[in-house]
């Protein structure tokens, strides 16, 4: 029985070309990448089987090469939204789904070019259909602003950067889809959705998870390149990502800017009663144009 039609909403979801939809690949030596891939589609001829345009596509592309499980995270403007999990099958360069791929109104009028090749993917779990309520999102958005304000002091980690203003910025604003990608105990990356994770600081020292209210609260936001996040209805999935775990995070707003954040996992703990994660920033990574993929930090 086909998984994606007993979800008739996601595959509503799939067809609208606008719709938000993240794309979680993996190096062979486990670290997670994740990006927008709005082009991700029904195939239309082989059940539960999606097909994407490699388009501003660099590190997902090398990644596909080396291992082909994948995570994907499908979610609406309603904040309605299917995790899923899947394995790569190989690229067509030319055929019907690229010609599919390349008549959509995304590939036909943007301004660079078509798709080098079309990806196929044959789905083999959704994982986890959620809805979050707006209510939610500001609270867990306040939630997280307000854990991170008491950040205290802290231990380095090895290889932290300082998060560019643009970036910090964007991920500061709370109008933004956000989600954080991992591995699991099989080894698939799993995207769930962040939608509370926001910069903490600044600087180049982090700030342990275990936070407390101390004198150096402030000097350590003022040092701490951190992204923190009120894990939400990814709770459950993330007690069990151990510290030091690598983590990736990616951004998209409203207006089409799109950076990736990769680091590694600080641990969980619970702050007001609700579970409060962290993770350190070693890198950061340009979503679109002019130069997609590319390390500006």
């Excluded at 894990?231 to 409203?254: K, N, Y």
Aim: glycine share 10%; hydrophobic share 45%; net charge positive.
């Amino acid at each position: 029985m086909s998984l994606l039609k007993t979800h008739p909403d996601l595959l509503q979801a799939l067809s609208q070309e606008m719709t938000p939809k993240f794309l979680a690949t993996r190096s062979a030596d486990g670290i997670p990448n994740v990006v927008p891939v709005t082009s991700l589609m029904l195939s239309g001829d082989v059940e539960d089987r999606l097909i994407f345009g490699n388009f501003l596509l660099r590190k997902s592309v090398g990644n596909l090469d080396q291992d082909p499980r994948v995570g994907i995270l499908v979610i609406t403007p309603d904040l309605e939204g299917w995790m899923l999990q899947g394995d790569f099958q190989g690229w067509q360069q030319t055929g019907a789904y690229a010609d599919r791929l390349n008549s959509t109104d995304l590939l036909r009028y943007n301004a660079y070019t078509g798709i080098r090749n079309a990806g196929i993917i044959q789905v083999r779990a959704v994982l986890r259909h959620f809805r979050i309520p707006k209510l939610r999102v500001l609270g867990d958005y306040l939630l997280a602003r307000a854990a991170a304000r008491l950040c205290p002091t802290v231990s380095e980690v090895e290889g932290a950067i300082t998060l560019p203003r643009p970036v910090r910025e964007r991920f500061g604003q709370m109008m933004a889809v956000r989600v954080l990608a991992f591995l699991d105990g099989e080894g698939y990356p799993l995207t769930v959705p962040m939608l509370s994770l926001q910069p903490v600081g600044v600087g180049v020292k982090q700030v342990a998870p275990q936070m407390a209210t101390s004198a150096s609260s402030q000097r350590a936001q003022q040092a701490a390149p951190l992204l923190v996040c009120a894990e939400g209805l990814a709770a459950d999935l993330l007690e069990s990502l151990p510290d030091g775990a690598p983590v990736a995070a990616s951004l998209l707003t409203f207006d089409v800017v799109s950076f990736q954040a990769k680091g590694k996992w600080l641990g969980s703990r619970r702050f007001l009663g609700a579970p409060v994660g962290a993770m350190a920033v070693t890198s950061v990574y340009a979503g679109g144009p002019p130069i997609p993929g590319r390390r500006v930090a």
